[in-house]
């Protein structure tokens, strides 16, 4: 059974920071893309960023140059440091992964179980 846990999320007023990590854990085999993607209320859920195993990452143009992806695959978790939050980087934000939980399985994509992020004026 994979699990993927987020935490970091949280109340900040615009232009602060937060910083998210999304752990996964349980059976393992191997890990490939991590990423992360939100939702904000009655929209629907898009990219924020990815980082392949190989550490490649890509952005929405919306977070480019205030938000960084990075990983620490020694422990299994992605981060995703955001700086100048805006007030439309309100959302839930949920942790991605393609994860291989054994060496004869196929990968799959797991999910968080999402962490709320909200900017205030």
């Known amino acids: 059974q994979v699990q993927l846990v987020e935490s970091g999320g949280g109340l900040v007023q615009a232009g602060g920071s937060l910083r998210l990590s999304c752990a996964a854990s349980?059976?393992?085999?191997?890990?490939?893309?991590m990423g992360w993607y939100r939702q904000a209320p009655g929209k629907q859920r898009e990219l924020v960023a990815v980082?392949?195993?190989?550490?490649?990452?890509n952005y929405a143009d919306s977070v480019k140059g205030r938000f960084t992806i990075s990983r620490d695959n020694a422990k299994n978790t992605v981060y995703l440091q955001m700086n100048s939050l805006k007030l439309e980087d309100t959302a839930v934000y949920y942790c991605t992964a393609r994860i291989r939980a054994t060496d004869w399985s196929l990968e799959r994509t797991y999910w968080g179980q999402g962490t709320q992020v909200t900017v205030s004026s």
């Open positions: 349980g059976s393992i085999f191997s890990i490939n893309a």
């Open positions: 980082i392949t195993s190989g550490t490649s990452t």
